[in-house]
């Protein structure tokens, strides 16, 4: 959930480490869900802080 | 078959072995985010369980524990878990004073809350998440079939009410606002973070899928409590099964073994390390 450098755990590779180039997926599903879950993100913050404010009445 | 008691049973089952697989990490590891991680898991499944407890019979102290675990707390302390992978330990030991003072203030007013209670509009045959809260109805809103409606004075102004179980202005409803922010932050920005950077890296497809799914169901959750709020609480159980669903897949994902040579570059942090 995070990043940071460390050194190397001894494990022995399993899949590939690279994601691939010509995937769909990775190269257009993943940044559109990314934005589009940045944005709701930023909607339920707004919507959070407007209770709190008492535009949204509870 | 009642899916008021199904779905959340589903979901505590998921985030019981959910949990004690976090917990086990940190009995090994020993690392401040897993115990976080791990006791805001369990809040998500008190919550999940005193709803499927609440869909047979009534008790204020369930009731308690659905309240504080499940809608204010539980966001708040995953994603604080995050928090302590993320920033400086001298700013997260400080975080980590106000979550703590922050939960004790919460837990006091739920136990004033829990006191003053309108138990009598309780129902069984409907979810705790459509009962708990007192909603004024605006001009032209109309109350729901069987709902107990009242006037009363808020603001200097009469206005009708349909009770819930906690009455209008109850104190604890104000401070889920300030837990859910930063779980929001925390947990669901942590999650987005990690999944971009290892897709600019374009590394480790399988930790890009993890945050993902982590964020997505962290958000799911988020969506569904604010419509919750919002008196549209019939999505809650499902959107809370399909969420614990993700994350957990999402932390399985991420808990795999990585190619050493992309770990040595760059390893992520996340619910699998």
Known sequence: ?58 | MNLNLILPFLSTAVMLVFTIMVLQRYAVRRTPAFLFWGIGLAMFGTGSFAEAYLAVAWNKWVFFGWYLFGAALNAAWIGHGTTYLMIRKRWVHGLTVILVLGSLFASYLMLQAVQNLNTGVFTVEKPISEQYGTKVLEEGETAPAGALVETVVRDGQEVQVVQGLLPLGTPVRLTTPFFNIYGLISLVGGAIWSAYLFWRKQVLPNRVVANVLIAAGALLIGTASTLTRLGYGQYLYIGELISAIMMFAGFRLAARPQPREEAARAVPVTAGD
């Open chain 1, 1 to 58: 959930m995070a990043y940071r450098r460390k050194a190397s755990p001894a494990i022995e590779p399993e899949e590939s480490s690279r994601i691939p180039e010509k995937s769909v997926f990775y190269q257009r599903v993943v940044p559109a869900l990314l934005i589009a879950m940045t944005v709701l993100t930023v909607v339920l913050i707004l919507f959070a802080a407007a209770v709190l404010l008492g535009i949204v009445r509870f």
